[in-house]
């Protein structure tokens, strides 16, 4: 059974950082590609960063050159580093597999950017 859980959400200053975790258990974490969502109110989940397991990294075009994603597959987790964050960024955070697998959800972690 795999189960993700996220952390280190949290209210911070437009302009700050954050830095979110995802820790995975089960086997599946260092067999697969691994990305982090965001579900903003009233929108779409979407896709922010995606890692392989070699490393290669992918961003949506609104996060690219802010957000750093990373993961440290001894410690079956996955990282999102967050700067320069803006009022847009405000949502909820999940972590899942990429693509993302229905079963795999969290509870995700709530970013809250103020202006």
């Known amino acids: 059974q795999v189960q993700l859980v996220e952390s280190g959400g949290g209210l911070v200053q437009a302009g700050g950082s954050l830095r979110l975790s995802c820790v995975a258990s089960g086997s599946i974490f260092r067999i697969s590609a691994m990305g982090w969502y965001r579900q903003a109110p009233g929108k779409q989940r979407e896709l922010v960063a995606a890692i392989t397991r070699g490393g290669s990294t992918t961003y949506a075009e609104s996060v690219k050159g802010r957000f750093t994603i990373s993961r440290d597959n001894a410690k079956n987790t996955v990282y999102l580093h967050m700067d320069s964050l803006k009022p847009e960024d405000t949502a909820v955070y999940y972590c899942?597999?990429?693509?993302?697998?229905?079963?795999?959800w969290g509870q995700g972690t709530l970013v809250t950017v103020s202006s």
């Open positions: 899942n597999t990429d693509p993302a697998m229905s079963a795999f």
